[in-house]
Nanobody, 120 residues
């Protein structure tokens, strides 16, 4: 199983970006999908998560500005980021809890990270 994240880049304050993360491989089902971020010198933190049942959870710092969504048919999670601030600058990582085909093993997988820079 592999996760491929995309969509990062440089954006001005107040701008928007949309991140995507697609899972591929021997996937039976995907439970929780989420996005984390890590700024220089800081610990990785949860940005948003979304259960298979559609329950979303957001960090207080992004509530009302970011929206997480998923396309189960495409094994993909999205993060729509609006009203971006310089403090949103970080490497963003996707994370999924996936049950594999065949052995049915449930494990957590991470994407490679995509850089988001908010600057004028």
């Amino acid at each position: 199983v592999q996760l491929q994240a995309s969509g990062g880049g440089l954006v001005q304050p107040g701008g928007s970006l949309r991140l995507s993360c697609a899972a591929s491989g021997s996937i039976f089902s995907i439970y929780i999908m989420g996005w984390y971020r890590q700024a220089p010198g800081k610990q990785r933190e949860l940005v948003a998560s979304l259960t298979a049942g559609g329950i979303a959870n957001y960090a207080n710092s992004v509530q009302g500005r970011f929206t997480i969504s998923r396309d189960n048919a495409k094994n993909t999670v999205y993060l729509q980021m609006n009203s971006l601030k310089p403090e949103d600058t970080a490497v963003y990582y996707c994370r999924m809890s996936i049950k594999r085909l065949g052995d049915g093993y449930l494990d957590v997988y991470w994407g490679q990270g995509t850089q988001v820079t908010v600057s004028s």
